[in-house]
């Protein structure tokens, strides 16, 4: 079992920056890929970026490419995401994941890919 624990989220203007962080525990961080998705009011949980085992190998939704940047650090358990130049259709609950695989360069995009789940943490941007 792996336990997720997001953290970082808050109300931010338009153009600001915020830093979520994910603490993982439970099972080895490094036999996981791990990935960030947000679902705001009223819509489905969307993919945001994924990160590989190793090397940081990243994947981006098209949205926020260019202003966000997925990270871990393996030494601390923790995978980030730091959200620049952020804008009121950021706002959501931004969920961290975590997929176990064999694969080390592989990334992940989809719901089902993964199993665990953090509680989420709310990012509202405001305009």
């Known amino acids: 079992q792996v336990q997720l624990v997001e953290s970082g989220g808050g109300l931010v203007q338009a153009g600001g920056s915020l830093r979520l962080s994910c603490a993982s525990s439970?099972?080895?961080?490094?036999?996981?890929?791990m990935g960030w998705f947000r679902q705001a009011p009223g819509k489905e949980r969307e993919f945001v970026a994924g990160?590989?085992?190793?090397?940081?190998?990243?994947i981006y939704a098209d949205s926020v490419k260019g202003r966000f940047t997925i990270s871990r650090d393996n030494a601390k358990n923790t995978v980030y995401l730091q959200m620049n130049s952020l804008k009121p259709e950021d706002t959501a609950v931004y969920y961290c994941?975590?997929?176990?695989?064999?694969?080390?360069?592989?990334?992940?995009?989809?719901?089902?890919?993964?199993?665990?789940w953090g509680q989420g943490t709310q990012v509202t941007v405001s305009s």
């Open positions: 990160i590989s085992r190793r090397n940081g190998i990243a």
């Open positions: 439970g099972r080895t961080f490094t036999d996981y890929a």
């Open positions: 994941a975590a997929k176990w695989t064999t694969q080390f360069y592989v990334t992940y995009h989809t719901d089902d890919d993964y199993r665990y």
